[in-house]
Each structure stands twice: as C-alpha cells, then as structure tokens.
C-alpha cells in the first residue's frame, strides 16, 4: 500500500492536500466504508406524488465513486433510517449487497456489519448527517460527514466534504479514500474499465 503522507500522482496530491495527516491515516486503513442515504446520498429532500409514492435523487458522480471504490478494494454498505424500494433499487444498480434500511441503531449495525465482514471496527468507515448517525461515526476508525450538517455532527467527523449531501460529497469521499490507499492514480492513469451507462 502506498503511504498516505505521500501521493506519487498530481491528482491524489490534489485530493490529499487539504486533508489533514490523522484523517489521511485513518483513511488509508478503511477496508469497508459504510454510508446514510438521506442527506448523504441524496441532499435530503424527499418528494412525493400524488399518489404516495416517494422519490429521491441520487447524483451520477457519486455513483461512479462507489463503484471506483470497489474496484479499487474497499467494501462498501449503506445504512438507512428509512425504508422504500428506491435506496434497494439504486443500490443493486451499482453492485452493493450489503443494504441495512429502517436502521435505528447504526452503532451497532456497522458494528455487525464490520463482524460479518471480518474487519476490525478502526477499519471501517462512515459518513452521516444527523444525530442518528452519531454512535456509528463515534465507533469507525475513520469518520465523515457533509458541510450542511448540523455543527454538533459535523465536530465528531475526522473529514468533511466540501460539497454537499446529494450533490458530490460521496464521491469526494471515496476519491479521498482510493488516494489514501494509493489506488486513485490507476484510475487517473487510463481509463476506467467500468460502463459509465451502468455504475452511474
């Protein structure tokens, strides 16, 4: 693994620069990243139509991230507080399995999920919003969140998105996590062998 003080590619040096050195180490040991879906994946709006059905909307940038961040070796999984067929339909399109939703303890959910993946608790990762994803960030190594969080959330992330939830700060995550594990670079390096019709 490339060492996480030391990006050997202009573009991982860029998405290194302003991450401080802790947050960069913390990274680096990530084998399983886990993400919200309101406010994280989406910006947290959720519309509804005249019959009922609800609606999200997801952004194609950080889609491709979580499908580059697989690629490149990292377990990924979603935990949710809600429930609906949306969140399982679009993360079956990108290749994710591991789906927790109608979750209220995400503490101890990414707690089973790191078990049941055989990965140490400061190997995991994961990015929330809201109070409820306060015990799950409390107990990852490494811990993320997005800038329109409430300030009490945001002051227990090791790293904070400059883009908000729903609008790219999942894709700079996984970029900042492929760069501290020194992958990032075989991506900018070539084109990516992935179907952009389909990771997005």
């Given at each position: 693994m490339t060492n996480p003080t030391f990006a050997t590619h202009p573009g991982e040096a860029?998405?290194?620069?302003r991450v401080a050195p802790n947050a960069r180490e913390r990274a680096a040991a990530v084998r399983l990243m886990v993400f919200d879906v309101d406010?994280?994946?989406?910006?947290?709006?959720?519309y509804y139509g005249e019959n009922g059905e609800q609606m999200k909307r997801f952004h194609a940038?950080?889609?491709?991230?979580?499908?580059?961040?697989m690629e490149g070796g990292v377990k990924v999984a979603l935990i949710t507080g809600r429930s609906g067929p949306i969140v399982a339909r679009r993360a079956a399109e990108l290749g994710i399995a591991d789906v927790q939703q109608g979750v209220r303890d995400k503490g101890t959910a990414l707690a089973e999920l790191a078990q049941r993946h055989s990965v140490q608790l400061n190997e995991t990762g994961y990015m929330g919003d809201d109070i409820i994803d306060l015990p799950a960030m409390q107990r990852a190594g490494f811990s993320a969140s997005v800038p329109n969080a409430p300030g009490y959330v945001s002051q227990?992330?090791?790293?904070?998105?400059?883009?908000?939830?729903?609008?790219?700060?999942v894709r700079e995550c996984c970029d900042l996590l492929l760069a501290a594990r020194g992958r990032l670079a075989g991506f900018l390096a070539g084109p990516a062998l992935l179907d952009r019709d389909v990771i997005q």
């Open positions: 860029l998405v290194l620069a406010g994280v994946l989406t910006d947290g709006s959720l940038l950080d889609g491709h991230g979580l499908r580059l961040l227990s992330a090791h790293w904070i998105a400059t883009l908000p939830g729903g609008s790219g700060a």
